[in-house]
């Protein structure tokens, strides 16, 4: 853009950082405090009076000291000062140019509104500002009539859809605007850190959107020029692109740009696309013809309609003035993730008698393989957002049963949706995502299951298989109904989560019996219980609760307690039965302490290869492999593995378990003897060549004969086994801004 040198003392400036708020301590947020002030900072560098920035901040305690230094007069964040700044006190500036930035908790509420959180919020009572309603506010009388030519908005904050249960405590959020827009035309500039349904990250005590947005600014007003924000956008977009490639990051930010250089454009979630190759432009101009044909001779009435859905669904207005004529229609859809499938449904609609033909939806295909349309989408990622992890796990293993072992990322809602979405298509038949959400919702209870079955009967319906869904739907229901009616069966678990606490070998722990989607609390001992007194109480847990030789039992410890010898724990101890808990059951351990979540993929990228493999398709990892980069260049080198295995003495243990969680592998056989004796051809002739996931079935067998003879290696043998689909109950967490 193109502009006379701006005079930066007529810029004015609102900036908002929470990270305090009246509820747990896990509500808590440390970053935004630092980031408001680095933002303060770039604003005075280029000559912004102090006088003309309003900081409002909840600060923690150990962030007062640096926020006081920077800006001594700061006012609180709370809910009636941000409305008396907003409502009221902009009405009096005198600028050319406002910049708002707002750093804190974000959530999406009901009616998929977002809400930018007060100090207020307490757990069960989340209450904020509505993002939407700030902008409205930017064209309203709270702002000079004759004044302001220019506003940019930045926000940093998640915009992530609450869990079932506490997505109803939340309130509905503030509309900071309530008069008549005035000033429609003023221009606005407005970049959020993340799309709807996502979490916006943070590292380092800094958001990672607003240090690539500094950093962008910074570059972009070097010498004192003022920053061409779209380059600035496309810049922070780069960054987010190349770190999506370099760890798999699902965070993208967005932006919405009306009327800054006389035009109002959508801008795409990510770097511009390339120009279209010699195939796609033909099939482009496939769909540019079908779809002329639809709209007939006289295509301005009908496009102006079709427009006019898109634009429900787009977060931007059409590239052009007046109404486009079907190319710019082509154009724009290209332009936006799920946009052909939303443009194929607007066409469809206008013209129910004339459906668009095969040459136009293969074309649609070859452009853009997506099939859910942008509201189909949003609100899918809303719904599994709504889930907690463990019921997106569900959903993921709903997958598997139904079409086998793939890597699906329960832990981010997007980018499950996106990974349900590309499940091989079936031609003429039932997409694979609603019939994957169709078994989910016949095994699970509550609200979301009943919404999830809602949203894919719509989608069915615009597909023109609604019987097609409702047959899938009650052969589902039926399965579901004869597994609820039929005893224990193989594929039940018992988890146990041990918590090392007080002196010697005491321990917290809890217990849950899983089968299925079903997951019910067994026991909570918050008092830590001496060994022999756990070990009665689990005695007495399994006992009710799990079924010998098939229930798994899964040991759920802290990296310091892998070694502990849970499978030679006493069962009926002191009586004449008395045996091990590792040859009746099935044992296994656990941990996901070294876990890190920007590693899930490898962790589930193993995983997936389990199914199918052999314990021959373990790496032996050799005496001399030890050190943490040792073991992680060997299973590097070895990507293919589900797994590995060692025999490597005590000393070496901690460095080969830290690597292996840490560098994603699911699966570890390893001797706990002091001084291991075996080798890797030993090894591997005690582990057979079952099927791998018969691994923990065949260490139970083994473990029975090490009890019969105490020379036996099989007894020795301890089994990290860490299905990522199938977690822990994980509480509320809303530590993500």
């Not at 190349?242 to 930010?253: E, N, T, Y």
């Not at 719904?383 to 992890?389: C, F, G, N, Q, V």
């Not at 025999?647 to 001084?675: H, K, M, N, Q, Y």
Request: hydrophobic fraction near 40%.
């Amino acid at each position: 853009m193109t502009r006379a040198p701006h005079d930066w003392r007529r810029t004015h400036a609102v900036i908002v950082a929470v990270e305090r708020y009246n509820g747990s301590d896990d509500l808590n947020l440390d970053g935004p405090v630092h980031d408001a002030v680095e933002m303060r900072k770039w604003l005075t560098g280029r000559g912004v009076p102090a006088e003309n920035i309003q900081l409002l901040a909840s600060p923690l305690e150990h962030n007062r000291a640096a926020l006081e230094a920077a800006h001594p007069h700061y006012r609180p964040a709370e809910r009636a000062d941000v409305r008396r700044v907003f409502q009221d006190e902009l009405r009096a500036i005198d600028a050319d140019w406002l910049w708002v930035y707002w750093a804190g908790h974000g959530v999406q509420t009901q009616g998929g509104r977002w809400s930018l959180l007060y100090p207020e919020t307490r757990d069960t009572d989340l209450q904020g500002a509505d993002a939407d309603s700030l902008i409205d506010l930017m064209r309203t009388e709270h702002l000079p009539w004759d004044g302001v030519d220019r506003v940019t908005v930045i926000i940093d904050a998640c915009r992530q859809a609450l869990p079932a249960g506490v997505h109803e405590l939340a309130d509905t959020p503030d509309l900071l605007a309530r008069t008549a827009q005035i000033r429609p035309e003023r221009p606005v500039y407005w970049m959020r850190a993340c799309q709807a349904g996502a979490v916006a990250k943070q590292r380092q005590g800094t958001g990672q959107f607003t240090s690539a947005l500094l950093r962008q600014l910074h570059a972009a007003a070097a010498g004192g020029a003022e920053p061409d924000l779209d380059r600035v956008w496309q810049g922070v977009v780069e960054e987010f692109a190349r770190a999506r490639d370099a760890d798999g990051g699902r965070q993208r930010p967005t932006v919405y740009v009306s009327d800054w250089n006389q035009d109002v454009r959508p801008v795409r979630l990510g770097p511009p696309a390339p120009p279209l190759d010699p195939e796609k432009l033909r099939f482009r101009e496939t769909l540019v013809l079908e779809a002329s044909g639809l709209l007939g001779p006289d295509p301005a009435g009908p496009a102006a309609r079709v427009a006019a859905r898109l634009r429900m669904e787009f977060t931007e207005a059409p590239p052009a003035r007046g109404t486009p004529s079907v190319e710019e229609l082509v154009d724009w859809a290209l332009a936006h993730e799920h946009g052909i499938a939303t443009l194929l449904h607007a066409l469809d609609e206008l013209t129910p008698d004339r459906r668009i033909g095969a040459r136009a939806r293969e074309a649609c295909r070859r452009l853009q393989p997506q099939w859910l349309t942008c509201a189909e989408h949003t609100e899918l990622v809303a719904l599994l957002a709504r889930l907690d992890e463990r019921g997106r796990e569900d959903v993921v293993a709903a997958a598997h049963q139904q079409f086998g072992p793939t890597a699906l990322p329960a832990h981010d809602p997007a980018a499950l949706a996106d990974a349900l979405e590309e499940l091989v298509p079936r031609p003429h038949q039932l997409p694979q995502l609603l019939s994957v959400v169709e078994h989910f919702a016949a095994f699970a209870e509550g609200a979301v299951a009943a919404e999830l079955r809602t949203w894919a009967q719509a989608c069915a319906v615009r597909l023109g298989m609604k019987e097609v869904l409702l047959d899938h739907r009650a052969r589902a229901a039926d399965r579901a109904e004869r597994a609820r009616t039929a005893g224990p069966a193989e594929g039940r678990s018992i988890q146990i989560r041990l918590h090392p606490s007080g002196p010697g070998q005491r321990r917290a722990y809890e217990v849950w019996s899983r089968r299925g989607a079903e997951v019910d609390a067994l026991a909570k001992v918050d008092t830590p219980a001496a060994p022999e007194e756990m070990r009665r109480g689990i005695d007495a847990l399994l006992a009710a609760h799990a079924r010998a030789t098939e229930t798994v039992v899964e040991f759920f410890v802290p990296s310091t307690d892998l070694e502990l010898d849970v499978h030679r724990w006493p069962l009926d101890a002191g009586k004449p039965q008395e045996r091990s808990l590792g040859t009746d059951f099935p044992v296994v351990v656990r941990c996901a302490e070294l876990r890190q979540p920007e590693r899930r993929h490898l962790w589930e990228r193993r995983w997936s290869r389990v199914s199918g493999a052999t314990p021959g398709d373990l790496h032996w990892l050799p005496g001399h492999t030890h050190s943490f980069a040792q073991v992680r260049a060997a299973m590097e080198r070895q990507e293919t593995a589900p797994g590995a295995m060692t025999a490597g003495p005590a000393r070496t243990r901690s460095e080969i378990f830290t690597a292996c969680l840490f560098d994603g592998v699911p699966v570890l056989v390893w001797d706990t003897g002091a001084e291991p004796s075996l080798d890797e051809r030993q090894l591997r002739t005690l582990l057979g060549s079952e099927p791998l996931e018969h691994l923990p079935q065949r260490l139970r067998k083994l473990r029975l004969e090490g009890d019969a003879d105490d020379g036996h290696p099989g007894r020795r043998l301890a089994l990290l086994w860490d299905d990522p689909h199938r977690p822990l109950p994980e509480p509320l967490d809303l530590s993500a801004p």
